[in-house]
């Protein structure tokens, strides 16, 4: 992914430039900080927050934000080591974040495990490479808990899939308990709605809604 037009249109017509644009660099991140403190949400009594990681989070916020009971979405990176991480960062996979999105909800119209079914039918939990035409660590598929009961549910949900005869597998996406989150840069926020043209053709290119309809069926893209 990348947030100017001609970096999409290369990168996807010319199968060298994909290589060189998409594919992360092999070199681990540097040793960081000690961990981060337990990620701690500012919302309001009848709200709750989840993090998702998917891959892109454009997609990922187009795909949230259709669901009834959600009340916002942004894009950022969290399950990192550096702080206050640019975009150039994470995608240059310097950082160990990932490009994920904030979900804040209400539960008392959505549930944690409707958003959970949302997400793994948004995602392809098999590939531990990154998502679809993204590749690398900061594309990773990941859900990050914010509270036990959260983290409860995401094991059960996955457990679920993994006994699933019908469902992909292996399933690799990792859970892990959520720590600060950053938001991106305002370009990235909202993007497919901002910049809807250039977003669909983006997603088309990279084959995410095909994907998804080969691994999860007429459950693809459920919102």
Not at 72 to 95: F, I, M, R
Request: glycine residues 8%; contains cysteine; proline residues 5%.
């Amino acid at each position: 992914m990348r947030p100017i037009f001609l970096d999409k249109t290369f990168a996807f017509l010319i199968a060298a430039i994909v290589m060189l644009a998409c594919a992360a660099t092999s070199a681990g991140a540097a040793e960081g900080p000690a961990p981060e403190a337990p990620f701690e949400p500012a919302v309001g009594s009848d709200e709750a927050v989840a993090i998702f990681a998917g891959g892109c989070f454009w997609c990922v916020e187009e795909a949230f934000d259709q669901v009834e009971g959600v009340v916002s979405t942004t894009s950022g990176y969290t399950g990192g080591h550096v702080d206050n991480p640019s975009y150039k960062d994470v995608t240059a996979e310097t950082s160990g974040h990932a490009e994920a999105v904030k979900v804040i909800y209400k539960p008392g119209v959505v549930t944690y495990d409707h958003l959970l079914d949302v997400f793994w039918h948004n995602v392809d939990p098999t590939d531990a490479g990154g998502q679809f035409c993204d590749r690398g660590d900061s594309y990773r598929s990941a859900i990050f808990s914010v509270t036990p009961e959260q983290k409860t549910a995401a094991q059960a949900s996955k457990k679920a899939l993994q006994d699933d005869e019908k469902a992909p597998s292996p399933i690799v996406t990792e859970i892990t308990p959520a720590t600060t989150f950053y938001a991106a840069e305002e370009y990235h926020q909202n993007y497919y709605k901002k910049n809807s043209l250039r977003y669909k053709f983006y997603k088309n290119s990279c084959r995410r809604t095909a994907t998804l309809e080969k691994l999860w069926g007429e459950a693809a893209g459920s919102h």
